[in-house]
C-alpha cells in the first residue's frame, strides 16, 4: 500500500520545537459525531470466523465492488458535488487474546484521532472533514458502518474501558460494495494517577485531570483522544489504560489555575503505573477588549492566552462579548502571549502579558475581501453552485521563463449554493499573491491570474468563466497477455508540478494545483475517458489492485478536444514478505515496515501481524530500502522511530513475478 514515507517524520520533529508555527493556522472546526447503529446483518454475520490468520492494514483491494464498472465511470474528486455513501466498512474489535470486546466504541473518520497522524495531517495542510461516525460492537465484536462516503485514506478507532484506545490508518472506501477493515486489537494500558491540593497542601475536591496527546499542533488543548477524571473528596484521580506515546496531562479547578505539564511519556504496557501529584495556586485572570481599526468592538473574537519556555505551562482562552471584552481565568502567574482570532480580521498577538492584567488592549486590522461572478462561458448564464478556493501563489522561488507557477492553498473558501447570478464573496484575505480557483459539477475546474492584495484594498471584482475543458481517454491492458483490465483507477494529476509534489500523498494536500484532478475507472474492455479538464500539462496515475502502478506523462490537454493516449499497460511486479524481530528475537507486532526508492519516487508500506510477518505484493521491479519500526503510538518518539528504521534498513533487489524474502531485526 502507497504512503508517506517516514523520514516526514523527520520534519515533524523541526515543527514540534518550533510550536509558535501554530500561531498562523486556525483551530479545527468542531467534529460532528454521527451515530451508526449496527442492525442483524453486522460483520459478525457476514464473516465466518472473528479473527483472520494475518492482521495487516487492507490494500486497494478493497476498493473492489461486486458490479464491473462501466466505461469511464467517474469517482468523486474536486468537481463533484459531496454524495451520499453507499459502501459499508466492516470489522471486528478484539482483545490480545484474540477474543470479542463487547461494547467497544468505533469511530471512522477521515480525520486522525490520536498519535503522530494528528500532526502529520496538520503538517501537511489536510483539510478536516469535521464528521466523525461512531458504532458499538456486538457481543461477536463486531461492528458496521453504513453510507461511508468515498475515500483514500480512513481513520477508524477503537476504545473501551477496559483497554487502551487503538487506532488503524489507510483505510479505502469505494463508492459502493463493503470493505473489510483491519481487526482493531484492544490491550490493557498504563494507569496513571495521584493527587490534586492547593499550596497549603489541602486536597481539591471535584479538579478537573486531562490526558492529551502531545501531537496537537492547533491552538485548541483538547486532542479527540482526551482522557478526563475527576478528583474525589481526597483530591485523588486515576487514568486506567492509557495508550501509548507521549502526552500533555493538565489539571485545573474553579478558582485555581489551570497546569499543563509536557514531560509525560507512557509505554502503554500492562503493569505500568505512573503517579504525579498537582500542586496548584489561585488562578489569575486576563482583562482586555478587542476593537477594530474604527474603534469598533469585535464581536466573538477568539481570545488566547498561551505560555511557553518550560515543562510547566498554564493556559486558556475565551470569546470577546458584544462589546468586544473578555475575560481569561484560571491562568498562572506568569508572561503570557496574547493571540487573537476574528473573522475578518487579522490574526493579531501580543506578548509579554502578566496574568492580573485587567487592562489589555488588542488592535485588529480588517483583512480585505474579493467578490468576483461565475458563468458558464459558452452562454454567460451564471452557475449557481460551485465551489472558490483562495490558493497563495508561491513567490518564494523566482518563476524563470515559462517554469509553471506553484500554488499553496489556504483557509479562505466558499461554498456557493443557488446563487442567482453567480456571485461569491471571500472573506480574510491577507495581503499577498494570489489566485482563485473555481471548482463545480459539469464543468473543469478553473485557476485564475494570479492578482496582488495590499493592505486597505483588494482586488477588482472577478469574472471566472466555466467551460467543459477537454478529456483524456485510453484504453488499460494487462502487460503479459494483452487482455483488457476492469476496473482499474485513473487518476488526473498536475504534469507541470515536480514528480514528487504531485505523486506523494503526503505532500498532494500541502500543494494546490493547477489542473483538474479527477478519478475515473476503466470498463469491462479497458476504455476509460475523464472528462471535464482544465487545458494544460497532466499526468495520469494507473492503479489497479493486482498491478502494480502505472504513469503516464506529458499528457496535453487541448480546450474543447479528446487525447487519447492509446494502451496503458500494467504488470503484477514482484512482492517482498519476511519477519520483523526485536533486540531479544520475539516477533514485533504491528510494525511499521516500510519499503522505498528515493530514486524511483516509489514507496510501500505494510503493517506485521502477530507473529512479526509481513507481505508486500505488487512491487515495481527495482532497487529498494526495505526497514521497519515501531508502529504509530508505540512509547517512542519520532526521533527513536528514525534511529531505529535505519537500524533495521537492508538492501533489497525486487524482480518481475518473483518473491523476495528478507528478514528485519529492529532495537539492536
Known amino acids: 500500500m502507497k504512503s508517506k514515507p517516514l523520514i516526514f517524520a523527520l520534519a515533524l520533529v523541526a515543527l514540534l520545537v518550533t510550536a509558535f508555527v501554530v500561531f498562523t493556522r486556525k483551530g479545527p472546526e468542531p467534529t460532528e459525531d454521527v451515530a451508526a447503529v449496527n442492525s442483524d446483518d453486522s460483520a459478525a454475520n457476514t464473516a465466518s470466523a472473528p479473527a483472520p490468520e494475518r492482521v495487516s492494514a487492507p490494500r486497494i483491494e478493497d476498493e473492489r465492488t461486486d458490479a464491473a464498472p462501466e466505461a469511464g465511470e467517474d469517482i468523486p474528486g474536486e468537481v463533484e458535488e459531496p454524495t451520499t455513501g453507499n459502501a459499508r466498512v466492516v470489522g471486528f474489535v478484539l482483545s490480545a487474546a484474540q477474543k470479542p470486546v463487547e461494547g467497544a466504541t468505533v469511530k471512522l473518520s477521515m480525520d486522525a484521532m490520536m498519535g503522530e497522524s494528528l500532526a502529520m495531517d496538520w503538517f501537511a495542510n489536510k483539510e478536516a472533514s469535521g464528521k466523525r461516525l461512531t458504532t458499538t460492537t456486538d457481543a461477536k465484536g463486531a461492528y458496521t458502518f453504513r453510507g461511508v462516503d468515498p475515500g483514500r485514506n480512513y481513520y477508524v478507532m477503537a476504545n473501551h474501558p477496559e483497554y487502551s484506545a487503538v487506532q488503524e490508518e489507510g483505510l479505502r472506501v469505494p463508492k459502493s460494495g463493503e470493505v473489510r477493515a483491519p481487526d482493531l486489537i484492544l490491550r490493557a494500558g498504563s494507569v496513571f494517577r495521584g493527587y490534586v491540593s492547593d499550596t497549603t497542601g489541602a486536597p481539591i475536591a471535584d479538579a478537573e485531570v486531562n490526558i492529551d496527546s502531545a501531537y496537537m499542533m492547533s491552538f485548541e488543548m483538547a486532542s479527540p483522544d482526551r482522557l478526563t477524571a475527576r478528583t474525589d473528596g481526597q483530591g485523588f484521580f486515576e487514568f486506567k489504560n492509557v495508550s501509548p506515546g507521549p502526552r500533555i496531562v493538565s489539571a485545573w479547578a474553579d478558582g485555581f489555575e489551570r497546569q499543563i505539564h509536557h514531560d509525560r511519556t507512557f509505554t502503554g504496557e500492562e503493569g505500568e503505573v505512573q503517579e504525579m501529584n498537582f500542586t496548584l495556586n489561585l488562578g489569575q485572570p486576563i482583562v482586555g477588549r478587542v476593537f477594530g481599526p474604527d474603534n469598533e468592538p469585535v464581536v466573538g473574537a477568539k481570545v488566547y492566552a498561551i505560555n511557553y519556555g518550560s515543562n510547566v505551562q498554564s493556559r486558556g482562552d475565551t470569546l470577546s462579548d458584544e462589546q468586544g471584552n473578555f475575560q481569561i481565568n484560571g491562568l498562572a502567574q506568569s508572561s503570557y502571549i496574547l493571540m487573537v482570532q476574528a473573522k475578518g480580521y487579522r490574526m493579531a498577538r501580543q506578548n509579554r ?187 495520469l496515475q494507473v492503479e489497479h489492485p493486482d498491478y502494480t502502478a502505472g504513469w503516464v506523462v506529458d499528457v496535453v490537454v487541448i480546450q474543447g478536444q479528446p487525447n487519447d493516449v492509446g494502451s496503458v499497460q500494467l504488470l503484477p511486479g514482484g512482492s517482498v514478505e519476511g519477519k520483523v524481530v526485536d533486540a531479544t528475537g520475539a516477533p514485533c507486532t504491528r510494525c511499521m515496515v516500510s519499503l522505498f526508492s528515493v530514486a524511483a519516487n516509489e514507496q510501500y508500506q505494510d503493517r506485521t501481524d502477530g507473529e512479526g510477518r509481513f507481505s508486500i505484493p505488487h512491487v515495481r521491479p527495482g532497487d529498494y530500502r526495505l526497514a521497519a519500526a515501531r508502529s504509530s503510538g508505540a512509547p517512542s518518539d519520532a526521533i527513536d522511530q528514525i534511529v531505529e528504521q535505519q537500524g533495521s534498513e537492508v538492501q533489497v533487489r525486487v524482480l518481475e513475478g518473483q518473491t523476495t524474502s528478507r528478514d528485519l531485526a529492529i532495537g539492536n
Open 353 to 539: 502579558v502578566s496574568a492580573g492584567d485587567v487592562n489589555v488592549e488588542l488592535a485588529m486590522l480588517r483583512q480585505s475581501s474579493l467578490s468576483g461572478r461565475v458563468y458558464d462561458l459558452a452562454t454567460n448564464a451564471p452557475v449557481r453552485d460551485f465551489k472558490v478556493n483562495l490558493l497563495h501563489v508561491n513567490t518564494a522561488i523566482p518563476i524563470q521563463g515559462s517554469a509553471p507557477m506553484t500554488y499553496e492553498p489556504t483557509e479562505v473558501r466558499e461554498t456557493v449554493k443557488g446563487s442567482e447570478d453567480g456571485s461569491f464573496t471571500l472573506v480574510g484575505v491577507d495581503p499577498g499573491t494570489f489566485a482563485v480557483k473555481v471548482t463545480a459539477s459539469g464543468y473543469a475546474s478553473t485557476v485564475t491570474d494570479s492578482f496582488t492584495v495590499v493592505d486597505g484594498s483588494g482586488a477588482p471584482p472577478l469574472s471566472i468563466g466555466l467551460t467543459k475543458g477537454g478529456s483524456i481517454r485510453g484504453r488499460v491492458l494487462d502487460g503479459a497477455t494483452g487482455k483488457p483490465i476492469a476496473g482499474a483507477t485513473i487518476a488526473t494529476r498536475d504534469g507541470d508540478l515536480p514528480e514528487a509534489m504531485a505523486t506523494d500523498p503526503f505532500l498532494q494536500d500541502m500543494i494546490a494545483a493547477r489542473a483538474t484532478e479527477r478519478k475515473v475507472r476503466s470498463g469491462a474492455d479497458g476504455l476509460f475517458e475523464a472528462k471535464l479538464l482544465n487545458p494544460g500539462r497532466y499526468r
